[in-house]
């Protein structure tokens, strides 16, 4: 991948003036019109994330025309009710994190990974559907994330109408997050995050 200021302007058809950069000259303040280029972003600002020592980060609702992440540039927001909305398209080449309680909506097309933290403030059961598409969960992730075990079970967990059963996640299997599927999920004995990550679903997922 070309990452360079000029090829990311000619890709996406703009004149450099247009795009409101974040510069991070002040804090990692979103909302603050001196850390972008062309002043605080509103519905028609196309905005760019380039690496800077201040990254940002959101803490409200904001609403912009377009998004493009860098290489090695991040935006991450971990405030309760914090909303990014972007009316065209989200092109992240760099890290977006977002966490419980925050949401991201591109109404455009969307290329590039987003991880969503979602905080599980106890060990007790959940029901959690992913917020993305295309992510594996098997016996690293639950590792990772602290799942707890009951024998060959895994606390990952689909529910079965026909028979009013729960089908868990087993030693050695790998699966995948399907959109619009509630699972039943617990952390083995501690409480905190567990991380999906994949790609922002654009379409309707339904509701299975």
Not at 14 to 43: K, M, Q, Y
Not at 70 to 84: F, K, W
Not at 167 to 179: A, N
Request: charged share 15%; aromatic share 8%; with cysteine.
């Amino acid at each position: 991948i070309i990452n360079t200021y000029e090829w990311t302007i000619t890709d996406a058809g703009l004149a450099p003036e247009c795009i409101n950069n974040w510069n991070g000259s002040v804090s990692n303040d979103w909302f603050d019109s001196r850390n972008w280029s062309l002043g605080t972003p509103n519905s028609d600002s196309d905005l760019m994330m380039i690496n800077q020592v201040n990254l940002p980060e959101l803490e409200d609702a904001s609403v912009v025309n377009s998004l493009t992440i860098n290489i090695d540039a991040s935006l991450s927001s971990t405030v309760s009710d914090a909303a990014l909305t972007i009316n065209n398209d989200l092109e992240n080449n760099g890290t977006m994190s977002m966490s419980s309680s925050t949401s991201v909506i591109v109404k455009g097309s969307s290329s590039g990974e987003i991880a969503y933290n979602r905080n599980f403030p106890s060990t007790n059961w959940y029901l959690v559907s992913s917020p993305v598409q295309g992510q594996q969960y098997d016996n690293t992730y639950v590792a990772a994330n602290e799942l707890a075990s009951n024998g060959s079970n895994k606390a990952i967990a689909s529910y079965v109408s026909s028979n009013n059963s729960w089908d868990y996640l087993q030693e050695g299997e790998t699966k995948t997050f399907d959109l619009g599927i509630g699972l039943s999920m617990r952390k083995a004995t501690v409480t905190g995050n567990v991380s999906f990550t994949g790609t922002i679903n654009v379409n309707d997922a339904g509701v299975a």
